[in-house]
């Protein structure tokens, strides 16, 4: 049964429920630090694939919703851009919810494991900083300032293509933003990112049914383009997730998952008052998944896991928890 389980449930199941938190990439950070993208966050969100992430899961129709709690600082004497001022003592908290379908393709693509996602967003951010600076003279007009918005982000499309052989899973993705969320240049607070991006990237996942043991990791890049609101092109960026746990039983597996984000290129374009403004963080934290049957014909996952965030530069840092609730099309019994 143990052996059934890793198969059918860590392969299939667990896989599925941390992937739809890509869309989280382009949401999530402008509105978790209340910022846009200038203000040293990027379209990708570091953490976003988790254990699992490259192993194939069952065809059909699965559906994923993801709360997530995000809190970050960047200490008083930091700037960083909102439109054509500069901020100073910059804090961010929001509380999410992501939500989305996911169709996986029976037929083989090129030999591997076709799957689509189209995903959005909703929540609460809030925003405050300790004082703000114009842009060309450097006048202070006001010693602190906080906003809080409601709203919907953007929607996040995403493919993904993945081979199994034996214990080694191999993937290959692309995403990107569609830039309809709500996004004022002059906000602290926003849901939606201002500008289109794409992503692409490889993944690895190592899964040994006999001993319940997995790890995976997934690197990417991102191109960013231009914020017309604001006169402003992020950089390329480079990001790292990694995860690896052990299965107590049939139904839990705990781990430690973690990332590194890099900017490859400086920061462009009119807005960029600060130079290149190339950023970069680490994380680390732990992880507890559950796996459940939902009925005959569908299984059920939920999983939760934080970061801890340190070794930022022109950007945020702080802490972050994810919850995932995931329904996926059952393992079929025998296979």
Do not use: C
Not at 89 to 114: K, M
Not at 206 to 224: A, C, H, K, M, Q
Request: a negative charge.
């Amino acid at each position: 049964m143990r052996e059934w389980f890793i198969r059918k449930g860590a392969k299939v199941l667990l896989k599925w429920a941390v992937r739809p938190a890509v869309a989280l990439a382009a949401i999530a950070l402008s509105a978790s630090q209340a910022l846009a993208d200038e203000g040293g966050l990027s379209f990708w969100l570091p953490g976003t694939f988790g254990s699992f992430s490259a192993a194939p899961s069952e065809p059909g129709w699965s559906f994923a919703t993801i709360y997530l709690h995000s809190s970050a600082d960047a200490g008083a004497g930091k700037p960083f851009l909102r439109g054509g001022r500069v901020d100073l003592g910059v804090d961010g908290r929001a509380d999410l919810l992501l939500f989305g379908p996911t169709y996986t393709f029976e037929q083989p693509v090129w030999g591997g494991q076709a799957s689509f996602s189209l995903l959005g967003v909703g929540g609460r951010s809030v925003g405050s900083v300790g004082a703000t600076l114009t842009g060309p003279r450097g006048n202070e007009i006001s010693a602190h300032e906080s906003q809080s918005l409601t709203a919907f982000g953007d929607v996040i499309p995403q493919f993904t293509l993945k081979w199994n052989q034996g214990v080694n899973n191999y993937m290959g993705y692309v995403t990107g933003d569609i830039p309809v969320g709500s996004y004022d240049p002059d906000r602290l607070a926003n849901l939606g990112l201002g500008h289109s991006a794409i992503d692409g990237g490889i993944g690895y996942t190592y899964l040994d049914p006999s001993t319940g043991r997995e790890f995976s990791i997934v690197g990417g890049l991102t191109y960013n383009f231009e914020n017309t609101d604001t006169n402003y092109k992020n950089g390329i960026d480079s990001h790292i997730d990694w995860a690896a746990s052990q299965f107590l039983n049939e139904h839990v597996h705990i781990g430690l998952a973690g990332y590194a984000f890099q900017q490859l290129t400086g920061d462009s374009g009119e807005g960029a008052t600060l130079g290149d403004f190339k950023s970069r963080v680490f994380g680390i934290g732990p992880q507890v998944g559950y796996k459940f049957s939902a009925g005959d014909k569908t299984d059920g996952y939920v999983n939760l896991k934080g970061f801890y965030e340190f070794g930022a530069q022109n950007r945020p840092e702080g802490w972050n928890v994810w919850l995932t609730l995931a329904f996926t099309p059952a393992a079929k019994k025998g296979g």
